[in-house]
């Protein structure tokens, strides 16, 4: 039996029903458009005549109609080539009922004339009706839910209510759905401008924190990657006067080593440069960095850059250098990244310009200091210069100023002998030092700083690998003491090098080219002071030098025989002379043999005078006067309180002698064990002091003479054979009186007109018998006996004519005829019986008759055959 209508219509309403609540629960279910659409596409069809559902919202930036969501009923195949349509308001059937806010039904598309691009495309998909209904809520109209069926009228008016009542849960669901969306977009934007605010902070508090760069990339590279993950982070600064780029801070996670922090590379032919040159944010990825061939884009190959940004950094219209951020991986940076990045830049550029201007100001403080503690340091030297003469008191004075100024742990002063061509450490000041350097020591001008500060004329800067290379022994101590950094510059004065100002340190690269530059003003003072003091004492020496000459020279004048001139023109005399005139000029050693009074002090001032040493001393030295223990103070000088004695510093000869000649007469008695030390004065030209270490050096040409054999003390032992040789260089034999007769006229007027003048008598004739008789006589005391007798005569002589007491010569010579050989030889033989007697007759051996007599067995035996000496005599 079939139903009745009421029946019918109850189930429908009930169908109905139930599908209003299924669209709730898939409402409910669901917070996707595109899925709520597809599961009413799965349950409206049983109670609703469409083959197609889809939603369309009005856009409110562009202000059209779009297509979100189109699906098909779950017996169609699913169809999306409308998705994302987009349709003007006045040209789709959804924009008039959104505007209208209507429902709409088409019953016929074929027949519709309204909405033609609309129509079109809904025709293309086979869309034969429709029915539009709109989407609406009680705060916006958000657009049009629409069903589409393949065949015409497929809606009528049941159909418009229940796909109404659809359409108003379908409103609140999209409603829901945009909102829960928009509230999305909006709290990813809202945490992208927090960690966006929160990184712009935490770099501007980083900008304010530090004006170190490095440690500011450091800090903004750590707050970057939070929000920008990458790996490398630099920060480029521009050096537009050579057109290059500083590396200035690297903040790499992981490197190869291909780039390095302080490194320059060329602005051209980098990605760097392209931002630089452009002003504007530059990206690449490797293949971009491939087509560079340039050193810096192998150099970026290498360490593995895949793609980077680069950042120009700008400040009021200036380009201060390039932010760089890298990745190891090729990665798209979005349009808020690059944002964020620009922001980031501008703060960076804030900072090198603050860092920049900071360090403008800095330097400029520092060289503002610089200058002041120069200018400062040159006041006080300037003003020690003038207080004080000495110059250990000037350099204890300015040392305290120039540790002030330089980190110096050691200051010494060396100053330049250029005729020893030696270095001394003249002044030190080293507290605590371990005694490796010791004032007074000398140097040879080696390989030391000092030396090479002085031989190069400029200042010198060594570091500890240089110190520790050196192999000069100043440096080795140098670095004992544990200095590790020095700086040393001359003491120059016009063309002059005095010597060198040298400071040292025991922190390493304590020095720099500016500190020995300031140095050097400082050692143009205290050169002129070194000139001043080195000049005082030249004169001082010289005064005393020259007083100690005047009072010598005025001893000899009081004790010396003062001739003339050499005196004779017998050929002997004449052959000696020649000698002289031959050997004057060298520096040679001479050796004058003689009697005693036959004139060798005579030939050795003759010498002197002729050779190129005339304008200098002539000193002389009797040694056999001297006492020997006096000897070699005498000759060498002694220091005070070198011995017992000795109040005060004494000069010896060869100081005295320095640059002229010194006479050592006698020179056979010199003591052997002064004898090495005169060889050493001989061979080397220096010798020290008695009581002092300090070796002299001088420049003296030494002449001997002696009346003894000294080849047979040499022989005897009694003479060192290798300083017999040295003084023998050149021997010069003075004949006696007696094998030059012929001179003894011109010496006999010679000396009574001396004596003449000084007793104020007038001799006009000597006597010829008179003369004949001096002629005759031998002269054992040669020319000194002579010229005393010629005294006595003239004593005795009252008129014009000499008066010569001839009666009293020959009884003189009578007497040392017969009585000189006798008495000699007698007082010989005596003397050896003695000694034989003492010894039991033994002649040799250390307790022998020859011991005690100071000769060897040989001499004494022959000595005993010659006096007829035996034992039975």
């Known amino acids: 039996m079939d139903e009745s209508p009421p029946a019918q219509t109850a189930e429908a309403d009930e169908a109905r029903f139930c599908t209003l609540l299924k669209v709730s629960e898939a409402i409910a279910a669901h917070r996707d458009l595109t899925s709520l659409f597809r599961d009413l596409a799965q349950r409206l069809p049983a109670v609703a005549p469409f083959d197609f559902i889809g939603l369309v919202l009005h856009d409110p930036a562009k202000n059209l109609m779009k297509v979100h969501v189109l699906e098909t009923a779950a017996a169609r195949p699913h169809t999306t080539g ?40 809904l025709r293309g998909i086979g869309v034969q009706s429709v029915c539009l209904l709109p989407l609406t809520t009680a705060m916006c109209r958000l657009g049009a839910i629409g069903f589409g069926s393949l065949e015409r009228h497929a809606f009528g008016a049941k159909d418009l209510a229940l796909l109404d009542q659809v359409a108003k849960q379908v ?24 960690d966006r605010l929160n990184l712009l902070l935490e770099i501007n508090h980083a900008v304010n924190a530090t004006l170190d760069l490095k440690q500011l990339l450091s800090a903004i590279a750590t707050s970057l990657r939070r929000v920008m993950p990458h790996e490398r982070t630099a920060l480029l600064l521009y050096e537009p006067d050579h057109e290059q780029f500083r590396l200035h801070a690297l903040n790499f996670d992981l490197t190869k080593g291909f780039l390095s922090e302080g490194e320059l590379t060329p602005v051209d032919g ?95 403080r520092q060289e503002l200091a610089r200058e ?77 700083p000092a030396t090479t500060a002085i031989t190069q004329r400029e200042p010198v800067v060594l570091n500890r690998q240089e110190l520790d290379q050196s192999e000069s022994t100043v440096s080795k101590r140098l670095v004992a003491e544990g200095v590790k950094s020095a700086c040393c510059v001359p003491l120059l004065l016009r063309d002059r090098t005095l010597g060198a100002l040298n ?63 050499i005196v004779g023109d017998s050929q002997a005399l004449k052959r000696v002379l020649n000698q002289v005139r031959t050997v004057a000029s060298t520096d040679s050693t001479v050796l004058i043999l003689g009697e005693t009074g036959s004139g060798k002090e005579l030939v050795a001032r003759a010498l002197h005078n002729l050779s190129d040493r005339r304008e200098r001393t002539f000193v002389k030295l009797n040694c056999a006067a001297i006492p020997t223990g006096l000897l070699e103070s005498e000759l060498f000088g ?13 000069i010896g000869r060869f100081e005295l002698a320095d640059r002229g000649t010194l006479f050592l007469d006698e020179v056979g008695e010199i003591p052997l064990e002064l004898q090495v030390k005169l060889l050493r004065v001989l061979q080397e030209q220096e010798f020290e002091r008695l009581g002092s270490t300090r070796t002299i050096r001088v420049n003296v040409r030494v002449i001997s003479a002696t009346n003894r054999d000294l ?28 094998e030059r007769a012929e001179d003894i006229p011109a010496l006999v007027r010679h000396f009574a007109q001396k004596f003449a003048l000084r007793m104020k008598k007038r001799i006009e004739t000597i006597p010829a018998e008179a003369m004949k008789a001096l002629q005759q006589y031998s002269w054992p ?37 017969q009585s000189v050989t006798t008495t000699l030889e007698q007082a010989e033989r005596e003397h050896i019986l003695k000694a034989l007697s003492d010894t039991g007759w033994v002649i040799g051996g250390s307790s022998g008759a020859a011991a005690k007599l100071g000769m060897k067995r040989t001499t004494l035996q022959s000595k005993m055959q010659k006096l007829g000496i035996s034992r039975q005599s």
């Not at 008191?393 to 002063?413: C, H, N, P, W």
């Not at 002071?529 to 030249?538: D, I, T, W």
């Not at 220091?639 to 004494?650: D, L, M, P, R, V």
């Open 82 to 121: 409308l998705d994302g349509l987009e349709l003007p308001i006045e040209e789709s059937a959804t924009g008039w009922v959104w505007t209208h806010q209507q429902p709409l039904i088409i019953p016929s598309l074929a027949d519709e004339t309204r909405f033609a691009k609309g129509m079109t495309a």
């Open 270 to 364: 980098s990605p760097a440069g392209i931002a630089l040159r452009s002003r504007k944010p530059f990206y690449y990825v490797k293949a971009d960095l491939q087509g560079f061939r340039s050193d810096i884009a192998d150099r970026l190959l290498a360490e593995g850059i895949q793609s980077a940004y680069c950042f120009p950094l700008l400040s009021h219209d200036h380009v201060l250098g390039v932010l760089t951020i890298s990745s190891l991986t090729e990665k798209t940076f979005e349009a808020d990244d690059i944002a964020l990045l620009g922001e980031a830049a501008k703060q960076i550029a804030i900072a090198v310009e603050n860092a920049l201007n900071y360090g403008y100001v800095l330097k400029a």
């Open 711 to 738: 080849a047979q003390l040499v022989e005897d032992k009694e003479f060192r054979s290798d300083l017999y040789y040295r003084i023998n260089v050149f021997p010069v034999t003075v004949p006696p009186l007696r």
């Open 638 to 650: 002694h220091e005070k309180g070198a011995f017992t004695g000795a109040i005060a510093t004494k």
């Open 171 to 194: 409103a609140v669901a999209v409603d829901n759905v945009l909102n829960f969306a928009s509230a999305k977009v909006s709290q990813r934007a809202l945490v992208r401008e927090r």
């Open 503 to 565: 400071v040292g340190s025991l922190q390493e690269e304590a020095f720099t080219q500016a500190d020995a530059e300031m140095l050097s003003e400082v050692a143009k003072q205290i050169a002129l002071a070194v000139a001043n003091s080195l000049a005082y004492q030249e004169i001082a020496a010289l005064k005393d030098k020259l007083a100690k000459e005047k009072l010598y020279l005025e001893q000899e004048i009081q004790t010396g025989y003062n001739f003339e001139e």
């Open 372 to 448: 002041r503690d120069r200018l400062q340091l040159l006041l006080e030297t300037n003003n020690a210069v003038a207080t004080h003469l000495e110059l250990r008191d000037l350099f204890d004075s300015i040392t305290a100023s120039i540790r002030r100024v330089l980190k110096a742990d050691v200051i010494s002063l060396t100053i330049l002998d250029p005729e020893r061509n030696q270095l001394k450490l003249y002044a030190l000041d080293f507290p605590g030092q371990k005694g490796f350097l010791e004032e007074g020591t000398t140097c040879t001008l080696c390989g030391c």
């Open 781 to 817: 005391g040669n020319v000194r006996e002579l010229e005393n007798f010629i005294e006595r005569a003239v004593i005795l002589t009252q008129g014009p004519d000499l008066s010569v007491p001839i009666a009293e010569l020959k009884r003189t010579q009578n007497h040392t005829t």
